[in-house]
């Protein structure tokens, strides 16, 4: 099993390469005030169910609204197969300090 990375929003921002899987696990109401652009959402409780919508073999980006919630989703997933899973350090907060939000809508 490999271990959780941290991922600052600059080295989001600036990843180079083949996109990497991000996974907003936040709840409903929470996604509803703003997301990361190229998310896929799967609330927290619903990993365990839908993470065979991720691909194991590419890399994932976790992220909630601080990061506690995603580490916990982040170490289930490499519990499972996951090779490479990285935890966003600050959540969505700390993006938003730095890049804009979008609706899910447009994400």
């Known amino acids: 099993m490999g271990s959780l990375g941290e991922i600052s929003p600059e080295e989001l921002q600036q990843w180079s390469g083949e996109s990497p899987q991000l996974v907003d696990v936040r ?3 929470e996604v509803q005030r703003g ?3 190229g998310m ?3 609330p927290m409780h619903l990993i365990p169910v839908r993470s065979g ?3 194991p073999g590419r890399p994932v980006v976790v992220y909630c609204a601080s990061g506690a919630r995603s580490a916990q989703v982040g170490y289930y997933l490499l519990q ?3 090779q490479e899973v990285y935890n966003l350090v600050g959540g969505i907060q700390g993006w ?3 890049y804009p939000l979008t609706t899910p809508q447009e994400a």
Request: net charge negative; hydrophobic share 40%; charged share 20%.
């Open 27 to 29: 709840n409903d109401g």
């Open 53 to 55: 919508e991720l691909d």
């Open 80 to 82: 499972n197969g996951f």
């Open 96 to 98: 938003a300090r730095q």
């Open 40 to 42: 896929v959402h799967i």
């Open 35 to 37: 997301v990361i652009p």
